[in-house]
């Protein structure tokens, strides 16, 4: 399998490059136009390239042979090939793909919440290039529940992207260009995930949240928190990629303070190995809240855990355990409204 997803990365990687050089484009809009010609969707920018460039690149993508793989190995190309193309344009951090790492975590939490439940309505109020979301869907899918997503992005080359992923996928998500931040509450969805943005928000007019900092700039993604926990039923569960650093800001006390409220309730928060962050300053936990309303209660205790590193099985095992007994004691279920 692993010779398959090797092989089929690198002959999408050569399609990529051949498409970036002869358009003099960006790789990242190379490979929108790639997942364009894989789809059989017309794009104006390959039907300009010669007979002979794009008989190449149709080569290219039939010795891939990636409609052959299976949806688990097809998601592990497209993260390979995400990655390789922010680094070689130098995206900025908020464009970064959610590795494996971190994106299996949020599955599991995801799935032991979902657990006696056939479909489960998720959504991503920072949804990028869509890894994320594939993840969990992809973790979901195993125990056999399926997942209607809504995802929410203000970049609209991200959300292309991402739209790209999930019909190479099969996904069918519901995508939405906009600014998640001035989204009215739906209370709709049962599941919200995010790898948060990180950084100042910039509209003040429209961060009337508790999380509001005035007179100074709101952090976008303290922001973000509070407006995805509206987005959730009573008994929801949100699980946040957020900065280690998130109770240490500045803006520390606006944020504990509406965690505090009786809107949410602060369940747990687990901290990744710094191993797996080159730069600390870029560390990341999990942040796991639950929306108040129906069955849901303040567990005892919050669960505040180091994950193991990724090598230490037997580590990973016994937290497993751990945290599963910890949900089950402390009934942290999906409604069964």
């Excluded at 190379?30 to 997942?35: D, N």
């Excluded at 056939?118 to 993840?135: E, F, M, Q």
Aim: hydrophobic share 45%; aromatic share 8%.
């Amino acid at each position: 399998m692993y010779e398959e997803i090797t092989t089929a990365t690198n002959q999408l990687q050569q399609a990529i490059k051949l498409i970036a050089a002869e358009l003099d484009i960006s790789t990242i809009e190379a490979t929108i136009i790639l997942f364009s010609v894989m789809l059989d969707q017309e794009d104006v920018d390959f039907a300009s390239l010669s007979g002979e460039m794009q008989g190449q690149i149709h080569a290219l993508i039939a010795a891939s042979a990636f409609q052959d793989l299976a949806v688990a190995s097809k998601r592990q190309v497209l993260q390979f090939l995400l990655v390789s193309v922010m680094q070689t344009d130098g995206l900025p951090a908020n464009y970064q793909v959610t590795p494996d790492a971190i994106g299996m975590w949020v599955g599991y939490i995801a799935e032991q919440f979902a657990i006696g439940h056939d479909r489960v309505r998720l959504t991503d109020v920072a949804i990028g290039s869509g890894n994320l979301v594939a993840t969990v869907s992809q973790v979901l899918a195993t125990a056999a529940i399926t997942t209607t997503v809504i995802g929410y992005d203000n970049d609209d080359t991200l959300l292309t992207v991402a739209s790209g992923l999930a019909a190479l996928l099969g996904y069918d998500w519901q995508l939405e260009l906009g600014d998640a931040v001035a989204l009215t509450a739906q209370s709709t969805t049962d599941l919200l995930i995010s790898d948060l943005p990180v950084g100042y928000y910039p509209k003040d007019e429209v961060a009337h949240y508790q999380v509001n900092a005035a007179p100074e700039k709101t952090f976008a993604h303290h922001l973000l928190i509070e407006q995805g926990m509206r987005q959730l039923i009573p008994c929801g569960l949100g699980i946040f990629v957020a900065p280690a650093n998130l109770f240490e800001s500045d803006q520390a006390k606006q944020l504990l303070g509406y965690l505090q409220s009786d809107e949410v309730y602060l369940q747990g928060m687990l901290r990744f190995p710094d191993k797996l962050f080159v730069d600390p300053a870029v560390a990341k936990v999990l942040l796991i809240l639950q929306r108040a309303g129906a069955q849901a209660t303040q567990v005892e205790p919050v669960m505040l855990g180091q994950i193991p590193e990724v090598a230490n099985k037997a580590a990973n095992a016994q937290f497993i355990s751990e945290f599963s007994t910890w949900m089950q004691d402390n009934h942290l279920k999906m409604s069964q409204d």
